[in-house]
Each structure stands twice: as structure tokens, then as C-alpha cells.
């Protein structure tokens, strides 16, 4: 296996073994960090972080495992950097490629983060387009890992939004790594013919199997895997919200879901959650919707509060393994062991 050079845009281009190999090393530098280890190995090198659209999570999981690796990093926030304003994002990567040794990139199009990866000559990290979110499959298969010891088999359900950046990449890397993906959405927002086939043929290799229902009670029986992600996505316009919630309510993971799957049943999000009246747009949701959708009315969306909390909730955890996995992306793309 050689990671030195490549840029991780999305999980297609790594094989399982390479998947794996990724979530091996975010253990071995979990434990090291844990045990108060340091894995400063990359002193000489810097990285730039690129974010056309807000973070909480890949940002801070790209600059602490940055810094534990002992490299420089630089943050350029959505209004702070001349790129697609006065300047290219083709003349942006060649400048920043010569500076840096590595670039994270958020943004809306996939083509963006393709661009700087063709262009800069150093490995260049999808930190999320409208189109894939590859870091995150890595800690959500770390979390997964940790719980049940395994990958292979497992049977992962996604609710709600199934044709974005998640339900996407969620699909390829269950099809990448033998599990049993299955999609409960509305049809019209199932992932798109083609990454389906896509998909189908990468998961006649693996023995996964990949399914698809419009009902939810379906895809939460038997589950290990619980997942959902906020039903509109950044970059997606206010007004979408109405129609979106009314396609999907009946995909909100709450305790009656929750209830048909294995007893062993973790559930999951990439986070940020709407599961309560505790964010400006989850209480003018709730205000909004509460009359025509009682199950919104206490501002919880794709998941409920009493699911979140739950104890079969890792979220927590699949957040903080963000770091760990996204360290081991950079460590190795940058030449690391
Ligand atoms: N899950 C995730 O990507 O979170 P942020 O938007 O906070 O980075
Ligand atoms: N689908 C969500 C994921 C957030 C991590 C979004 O793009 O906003």
C-alpha cells in the first residue's frame, strides 16, 4: 500500500484494504494520544485549511491533528481568501501547492476540490463538497469498529436525505467494506442511478449489499446501524425546509425506530443535530411547523432528543473520532508510517 502524494477527494479511489489500513492507524494514534504518546513526526511541514462553508468538527479535527503531528497550519475561512472571488481555483492551487504540503478543502462543488488536488502537486483532503464527505465515513467506521469489532456484515441503515454528501459517501464506503447498506428515503431522494451501480459493482466484489425502501419501519429492523444528518444541507436555500420536512418526518430516528432494530443497535450522526429548541433554526422550525407536524414540534428534526441522549447514541464519540481519522489521513498522505 503507498498513501504518500494521494489526495483523498473521495472514497472511491481507495481500495478496502487502503480503508482499512486509514482506520488502523487512527487507532494506533488514538491509543498513542490516550497513553500521552507523542506523534509529533511531521515538524517540517504546514497545511492550509480552505472552508467555503462553516465547521466545528473538520475544522478542529484538521488543526489539532495538524498541530499533534507537529506541522503549522493555516485556517482561510468562507469570506477570507481571494479563491473564486478575484482569483481562480486552479491559480489558487498552484500558489498554495507551493507553500504547503498539504490542503483541506470545503466547499460546494466536487470539481473545486478535484481542481486543487489536479493542480497543486501536494495531497489535497475533501473536508466536504455538496457532493461527498470522505473524512467522516472514516470515524463513523472507527465508531462502528470500536462497537462491534468488526465492519463486515453489518447491517447500516441511513434515514432521510440519502442523495447528499452523506447518504453518498456513506454508500460507497459500506459497499467498499462488505456491509449491508440500506437507504430509507423517499425515493425521489435515493442516491443517483449511476453511484448506485457504481456502488453495486464495487459491493458484488466485497459481499455487501446495498437496498433501498421508502419505508422506515423496514429499514430499522434488524439494524446495527442507525443513521441520519440534517434534512437540509449548507449551501441549500431556506425555503427547501417546508418541503423537506414534509417528505421526511416520517424518517425521524425516535424511540419507536429505534425500538425494531437489534438490541445491540448503536445510532449516529455526523452532527450538527437539530434534537431540540437549543439552535436558532431548530426553534423556528418547531414555531413554524408544530401545528401542520406534531413530531417537529419540539424543534427535534432527523432525530430525537431521547434518541440522541440515549445510551445507544455514539455521536459523541464518532465526533471525537474525526480527529483521529483525519490524523491518520494526513500522516500518511504526507509520507508518514
Ligand atoms: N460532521 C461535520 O462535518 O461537522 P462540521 O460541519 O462541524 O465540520
Ligand atoms: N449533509 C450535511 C453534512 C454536514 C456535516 C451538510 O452538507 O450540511
Not at 17 to 42: D, M, N, S, T
Not at 135 to 162: P, R, S, V
Not at 167 to 181: D, P, Q, R, V, Y
Amino acid at each position: 500500500m503507498n498513501f504518500k502524494g494521494r489526495s483523498l477527494i473521495t472514497l472511491l479511489d481507495y481500495t478496502p484494504e487502503e480503508i482499512q489500513h486509514f482506520i488502523h492507524v487512527a487507532r494506533r494514534l488514538k491509543k498513542e494520544k490516550a497513553e500521552g504518546i507523542p506523534h509529533k513526526v511531521l515538524t517540517d511541514k504546514n497545511v492550509v485549511l480552505l472552508f467555503q462553508k462553516d465547521s466545528t468538527r473538520t475544522r478542529c479535527a484538521f488543526e489539532v491533528g495538524a498541530m499533534d503531528l507537529g506541522m503549522g497550519v493555516t485556517y482561510i475561512g468562507p469570506t477570507g481568501s481571494q479563491m473564486g472571488k478575484k482569483e481562480s481555483v486552479k491559480d489558487t492551487a498552484r500558489v498554495l501547492g507551493r507553500m504547503y504540503d498539504g490542503i483541506e478543502f470545503r466547499g460546494y462543488l466536487q470539481s473545486d476540490v478535484e481542481m486543487l488536488a489536479a493542480h497543486s502537486g501536494v495531497p489535497v483532503w475533501n473536508g466536504l463538497t455538496d457532493l461527498y464527505h470522505p473524512t467522516q465515513i472514516l470515524a463513523d467506521f472507527l465508531t462502528i469498529e470500536e462497537n462491534f469489532g468488526h465492519l463486515k456484515g453489518i447491517n447500516f441503515t441511513y434515514f432521510g436525505d440519502a442523495r447528499n454528501n452523506m447518504g453518498n459517501s456513506l454508500m460507497i464506503g459500506c459497499a467498499k467494506m462488505g456491509m449491508h447498506f440500506t437507504a430509507a428515503a423517499p425515493k425521489h431522494l435515493w442516491p443517483n442511478e449511476a453511484l448506485i451501480k457504481t456502488c453495486q459493482a464495487i459491493a458484488d466484489q466485497t459481499g455487501a449489499t446495498l437496498a433501498f425502501t421508502e419505508d422506515p419501519k423496514a429499514g430499522a429492523k434488524d439494524a446495527d446501524v442507525l443513521y441520519t444528518d440534517v434534512w437540509v444541507s449548507m449551501g441549500e436555500p431556506k425555503e427547501v425546509w417546508e418541503k423537506r420536512i414534509e417528505m421526511l418526518h416520517s424518517y425521524q430516528v425516535n424511540a419507536t425506530l429505534l425500538g425494531l432494530a437489534k438490541k445491540s443497535a448503536i445510532f449516529m450522526h455526523c452532527l450538527p443535530a437539530f434534537h431540540g429548541k437549543d439552535t436558532e433554526i431548530g426553534t423556528e422550525i418547531a414555531t413554524n411547523f408544530k401545528d401542520k407536524y406534531p413530531s417537529v414540534s419540539e424543534g427535534s428534526l432527523e432525530v430525537t432528543d431521547e434518541v440522541i441522549e440515549s445510551k445507544q447514541s455514539v455521536v459523541f464519540a464518532e465526533a471525537e473520532n474525526r480527529m483521529h481519522t483525519i490524523k491518520a489521513v494526513m500522516l500518511l498522505t504526507l509520507g508518514g508510517q
